[in-house]
């Protein structure tokens, strides 16, 4: 084969000339930057992680173990501002997305190839400012990842500096989307149609446009935050006559939708590894298409749904408690058209399919305590629980997280062109969803038994639960690490990766593993449909 | 190409980002009063005589809760309960209590305030003898009439067996009320008419009337149990943030000139959008770069 003898994108700087670190830090080229956002990502990952854990860690015991309430709160305020901005919302979009989203469209860059360079320096940028406000002005804030006015205009923390981190990181990722938009519609290979499009692709695109549609409502928001505080104009402060609904419904109505920006990329990636694992075409290409717009447009109109106890009218609790359960028509399509896809495969397990499996289990158990939480009564009894905190972790975690994971095995041999130790790979998948399923489905139980939430103590009968939680938590900590161990050691053993190590049937697996600088050497040329294995299955030896 | 040049484009970003906040600050409710200082609060003792009082000499704090956790509330001060029986909180702080700063006629947060103090208290862990609720209005106006009235809207919500006295309606004069307000740090504000805006806060006390802790916005029976716990134990413990930490009135119409400078600035960014969405789509198709490889 020819095409192994063109130098991939680590030999090749891009633009030409630059060498050692400039080569990285001033690259155009969307697969080095995809990188750079990976290793930040995943720096961002462990920091919030070992928060994560010693969160669980004071809450092993009752009363005080290892932290005081004060820092409590600002551990965990810190823990979810890191995971959510720095990891959940950019992860999959700005590492696959950028890396993968051009060569699944069969060209060679994204539109705004500078516009992407200066997304990841926004995100460095956002990351310091985090960890600044951190060390200034009376330490960091620890009204949790939500900022709540008016609690913020009145703390004496840094919230202002906080916020705009957050703003400059919501900057960042609408970049990005930007720069997908543009690419999907005018980058696309010149016989690729809008049905084929692979799915990661098409998510990364619904995505794209909540992203750009919504952060900008976050940022002014944030921006208006700031302007409270600075200059008491009294926009959200009752006492100068504002309105704190106000702030609620501006922020969420960024937030929900967020949700969703987290979400569907990672249902892009398990939409890539179950076809290509069961070595039959996806069933339901268009209906999966359909419900990630659906999801988009639908998980737009939910926002009042975090707010049922902050006084709205009934007829409002009741227009969003229904708009709530609507969004759950399309993402039911999804993962019904994913276990359709696995009836009657020939399936070759594989570590990406694990973690893929894990993800749809997870999931779906997080999206069905959702409708708990999104039901008006119910969520009465629950609000403010650790059942909330269980689901959301369940979708953010046990969703977005484990999609990253599974994302991570897949790619990886594309990325690197090496391969890892499947055997280690499969005890860390096995490890952490143990451990992940000892944390927090005890979190339901204490939850629905009334144990608040944002407490560095609790009360006797919520001993056990914890105590089971801190187990699953070290063990789930214990699969993790061994989990990046485990890739990590793919760059010492150097076992070199073919181009289509898994049988798949997107670009991405027709170009060398790790790609050249210009993905194709040659115009590619496209499948009629997306999903066709019979190509792959024919060239097989053991069909 | 009629495209604005960057030094120009700067420019007037600049100018806008230094006159909006003006705009902005000069919009505030009321118009003419500066916005920047914190509430004055001499005018509006003098105008409506109700509020909680900082003493004299201390520079007036602004509207919300200014944490005493650790102090003591004044045992001494005397109210009337629900039957208008005149009671001294050293007769009613005999157990770890909760103290509820509302007021009984308040047409929007406090009668959900009371609503989730009698749901927390039906599913709290505790026993019911084994600590109090004083849910206490802090509008001297109001009468023992008023609070009798108010009760059974949420006792209603508790056990049949819920002993009379483990909860407690208070009224009580203006003095009574702005000592115990003051010293449980609780600033609040009366409107023109009639209402208040307020924070919306649970305190903990322990069976001395030291404040063990503020619980903000809509708690809930973990909250309380917890709040319970600590004040049994008395010791003093951190507050809680939850959402919704305020009660006022929703008026709109109050803060009409901030949302017109919102509509307005809304408008000029759509008005501007469009036109450059026009600007851009009236050029012609063979003005386009060629893309693709």
């Given at each position: 084969?020819?095409?192994a003898?063109?130098?991939?994108?680590?030999?090749?700087p891009?633009p030409?000339?630059?060498?050692?670190?400039?080569?990285?830090?001033?690259?155009?080229?969307?697969?080095?930057?995809?990188?750079?956002y990976?290793?930040?990502?995943?720096?961002?990952?462990?920091?919030?992680?070992?928060?994560?854990?010693?969160i669980?860690?004071?809450?092993?015991?009752?009363?005080?173990?290892?932290m005081?309430?004060?820092?409590?709160?600002?551990?965990?305020?810190?823990?979810?501002?890191?995971?959510?901005?720095?990891?959940?919302?950019?992860?999959i979009?700005?590492?696959f997305?950028?890396?993968?989203l051009?060569?699944?469209?069969?060209?060679?860059?994204?539109?705004?190839?500078?516009?992407?360079l200066?997304?990841?320096?926004?995100?460095?940028?956002?990351?310091?400012?985090?960890?600044?406000?951190?060390?200034?002005?009376?330490?960091?804030?620890?009204?949790?990842?939500?900022?709540?006015?008016?609690?913020?205009?009145?703390?004496k923390?840094?919230?202002?500096?906080?916020?705009?981190?957050?703003?400059?990181?919501?900057?960042s990722?609408?970049?990005?989307?930007?720069?997908?938009?543009?690419?999907?519609?005018?980058?696309?290979?010149?016989?690729?149609?809008?049905m084929?499009?692979?799915?990661?692709?098409?998510?990364l695109?619904?995505?794209?446009w909540?992203?750009?549609?919504?952060?900008?409502?976050?940022?002014?928001?944030?921006?208006?935050?700031?302007a409270?505080?600075?200059?008491?104009?009294?926009?959200?402060?009752?006492?100068?006559?504002?309105?704190p609904?106000?702030?609620?419904?501006?922020?969420?109505?960024?937030?929900?939708?967020?949700?969703?920006?987290?979400?569907?990329p990672?249902?892009?990636?398990?939409?890539?590894?179950?076809?290509?694992?069961?070595?039959?075409?996806?069933?339901?290409?268009?209906a999966?298409?359909?419900?990630?717009?659906?999801?988009?447009?639908?998980?737009?109109l939910?926002?009042?749904?975090?707010?049922?106890?902050?006084?709205?009218?009934?007829?409002?609790?009741f227009?969003?408690?229904?708009?709530t359960?609507?969004?759950?028509?399309?993402?039911?399509?999804?993962?019904?058209?994913?276990?359709?896809?696995?009836?009657k495969a020939?399936?070759?397990?594989?570590?990406?399919?694990?973690?893929a499996?894990?993800?749809?289990?997870l999931?779906?158990v997080?999206?069905?305590?959702?409708?708990?939480?999104?039901?008006?009564?119910?969520?009465?009894?629950?609000?403010?629980?650790?059942f909330?905190v269980?689901?959301?972790?369940f979708?953010?975690?046990?969703?977005?997280?484990?999609?990253?994971?599974?994302?991570?095995?897949?790619?990886?041999?594309?990325?690197?062109?090496?391969?890892?130790?499947?055997?280690?790979?499969?005890?860390?998948?096995?490890?952490?969803?143990?451990?992940?399923?000892?944390?927090?489905?005890?979190?339901f139980?204490?939850?629905?038994?009334g144990m608040?939430?944002?407490?560095?103590?609790?009360?006797?009968?919520?001993?056990?639960?914890?105590?089971?939680?801190?187990?699953g938590?070290?063990?789930?900590?214990a699969?993790?690490?061994?989990?990046?161990?485990?890739?990590?050691?793919?760059?010492?053993s150097?076992?070199?990766?073919?181009a289509?190590?898994?049988?798949?049937?997107?670009?991405?697996?027709?170009?060398p593993s790790?790609?050249?600088?210009?993905?194709?050497?040659l115009?590619?040329?496209i499948q009629?449909y997306?999903?066709?294995?019979?190509?792959?299955?024919?060239?097989?030896?053991?069909? | 190409?009629?495209?604005?040049?960057?030094?120009?484009?700067?420019?007037?970003?600049l100018?806008?980002?230094?006159?909006?906040?003006?705009?902005?600050?000069?919009?505030?409710?009321g118009?003419?009063?500066?916005?920047?200082?914190?509430?004055?609060?001499?005018?509006?003792?003098?105008g409506?005589?109700?509020?909680?009082?900082?003493?004299?000499?201390?520079?007036?704090?602004?509207?919300?809760?200014?944490?005493?956790?650790?102090?003591?509330?004044?045992?001494?001060?005397?109210?009337?309960?629900?039957?208008?029986?005149?009671?001294?909180?050293?007769?009613?702080?005999?157990?770890p209590?909760?103290?509820?700063?509302?007021?009984?006629?308040?047409?929007?947060?406090?009668?959900?305030?009371?609503?989730?103090?009698?749901?927390?208290i039906?599913?709290?862990g505790?026993?019911?003898?084994s600590?109090?609720?004083?849910?206490?209005?802090?509008?001297?106006?109001?009468?023992?009439?008023?609070?009798?009235?108010?009760?059974?809207?949420?006792?209603?919500?508790?056990?049949?067996?819920?002993?009379?006295?483990?909860?407690?309606?208070?009224?009580?004069?203006?003095?009574?009320?702005?000592?115990?307000?003051?010293?449980?740090?609780?600033?609040?504000?009366?409107?023109?008419?009639g209402t208040?805006?307020?924070?919306?806060?649970?305190?903990?006390?322990?069976?001395?009337?030291?404040?063990?802790?503020?619980?903000?916005?809509?708690?809930?029976?973990?909250?309380?149990?917890?709040?319970?716990?600590?004040?049994?134990?008395?010791?003093?413990?951190?507050?809680?943030?939850?959402?919704?930490?305020?009660?006022?009135?929703?008026?709109?119409?109050?803060?009409?000139?901030?949302l017109?400078v919102?509509?307005?600035g809304?408008?000029?960014?759509?008005?501007?959008?469009?036109?450059g969405?026009?600007?851009?789509?009236?050029?012609?198709?063979?003005?386009?770069?060629?893309?693709?490889?």
């Amino acid at each position: 084969m020819t095409m192994a003898t063109i130098p991939s994108f680590f030999e090749t700087p891009a633009p030409a000339g630059l060498t050692g670190i400039r080569a990285w830090l001033l690259t155009h080229d969307h697969k080095r930057l995809g990188l750079m956002y990976l290793w930040a990502v995943l720096f961002w990952f462990a920091v919030a992680m070992i928060i994560g854990l010693l969160i669980r860690i004071e809450l092993m015991t009752m009363g005080r173990t290892i932290m005081s309430a004060g820092v409590y709160n600002s551990a965990f305020t810190l823990h979810g501002v890191i995971m959510i901005f720095l990891f959940v919302i950019p992860g999959i979009p700005a590492i696959f997305g950028n890396f993968f989203l051009p060569i699944q469209l069969g060209t060679d860059d994204v539109f705004f190839p500078r516009l992407n360079l200066f997304s990841w320096y926004l995100y460095i940028l956002g990351g310091v400012l985090a960890i600044v406000s951190l060390f200034t002005a009376g330490g960091f804030p620890d009204t949790g990842w939500t900022f709540y006015v008016p609690f913020s205009i009145g703390t004496k923390h840094n919230v202002p500096l906080t916020v705009f981190a957050a703003f400059v990181l919501g900057m960042s990722s609408m970049l990005t989307g930007l720069n997908f938009i543009t690419t999907v519609h005018r980058k696309r290979a010149p016989d690729m149609g809008w049905m084929q499009i692979p799915l990661f692709t098409w998510s990364l695109y619904a995505t794209a446009w909540v992203q750009l549609l919504a952060t900008p409502v976050i940022s002014i928001t944030l921006l208006l935050v700031i302007a409270e505080r600075l200059l008491n104009i009294g926009l959200f402060d009752p006492a100068r006559g504002g309105d704190p609904i106000l702030y609620q419904h501006l922020f969420w109505m960024y937030s929900h939708p967020a949700v969703y920006v987290m979400i569907l990329p990672g249902m892009g990636v398990v939409s890539e590894i179950i076809p290509t694992f069961s070595r039959k075409a996806i069933f339901g290409y268009k209906a999966i298409v359909f419900s990630s717009m659906g999801i988009a447009i639908a998980g737009s109109l939910v926002w009042a749904h975090h707010m049922y106890t902050s006084g709205m009218s009934d007829t409002a609790i009741f227009v969003f408690s229904l708009l709530t359960f609507l969004v759950a028509i399309p993402t039911a399509v999804k993962v019904f058209s994913w276990v359709s896809t696995l009836y009657k495969a020939s399936i070759d397990m594989s570590p990406p399919l694990l973690y893929a499996l894990v993800f749809i289990y997870l999931f779906s158990v997080g999206g069905l305590t959702g409708l708990v939480l999104g039901a008006a009564g119910t969520n009465i009894h629950v609000h403010d629980t650790h059942f909330v905190v269980a689901h959301f972790h369940f979708t953010m975690f046990g969703g977005t997280g484990f999609a990253f994971f599974a994302a991570l095995h897949y790619w990886w041999p594309k990325m690197f062109g090496l391969m890892y130790n499947f055997r280690r790979a499969y005890i860390a998948a096995t490890l952490a969803t143990v451990g992940f399923l000892f944390h927090y489905v005890p979190m339901f139980v204490l939850g629905l038994m009334g144990m608040p939430r944002r407490y560095y103590d609790y009360l006797p009968q919520f001993a056990h639960g914890n105590g089971l939680a801190a187990v699953g938590a070290i063990l789930l900590v214990a699969g993790i690490v061994l989990m990046f161990v485990n890739l990590l050691l793919s760059f010492r053993s150097r076992v070199p990766a073919p181009a289509n190590p898994w049988g798949g049937c997107t670009l991405e697996w027709t170009v060398p593993s790790p790609p050249p600088l210009h993905n194709f050497p040659l115009q590619p040329s496209i499948q009629e449909y997306p999903y066709d294995f019979t190509e792959i299955l024919r060239k097989a030896p053991r069909s | 190409m009629n495209r604005l040049r960057p030094v120009r484009q700067t420019a007037l970003l600049l100018a806008f980002l230094l006159v909006w906040p003006v705009m902005a600050a000069g919009h505030g409710p009321g118009g003419h009063e500066d916005h920047h200082a914190p509430p004055d609060r001499t005018q509006e003792r003098a105008g409506t005589d109700r509020t909680a009082a900082p003493p004299p000499g201390q520079e007036s704090k602004a509207l919300g809760v200014d944490e005493k956790t650790g102090e003591f509330v004044p045992l001494d001060l005397v109210f009337r309960n629900e039957r208008g029986e005149q009671v001294s909180l050293r007769q009613l702080v005999d157990r770890p209590t909760l103290l509820l700063p509302i007021y009984y006629r308040c047409p929007t947060g406090c009668s959900f305030e009371l609503a989730n103090l009698a749901e927390a208290i039906r599913r709290s862990g505790h026993d019911i003898g084994s600590f109090r609720a004083i849910s206490l209005s802090f509008d001297a106006e109001e009468t023992p009439a008023i609070a009798a009235e108010a009760r059974p809207n949420y006792t209603a919500l508790l056990a049949k067996d819920f002993p009379q006295d483990a909860w407690a309606f208070l009224t009580g004069d203006h003095d009574a009320i702005a000592q115990l307000t003051r010293a449980i740090g609780f600033v609040f504000q009366k409107k023109e008419d009639g209402t208040f805006v307020h924070p919306s806060v649970l305190v903990a006390l322990d069976r001395e009337g030291r404040i063990i802790k503020y619980v903000y916005g809509s708690f809930i029976a973990g909250d309380v149990d917890l709040a319970l716990a600590e004040a049994a134990k008395g010791t003093p413990a951190s507050s809680i943030r939850r959402l919704l930490a305020f009660c006022f009135p929703a008026n709109p119409r109050q803060n009409q000139q901030i949302l017109n400078v919102l509509k307005i600035g809304s408008g000029v960014l759509l008005v501007a959008g469009g036109i450059g969405l026009a600007l851009f789509l009236r050029r012609k198709p063979s003005d386009r770069p060629k893309f693709g490889p």
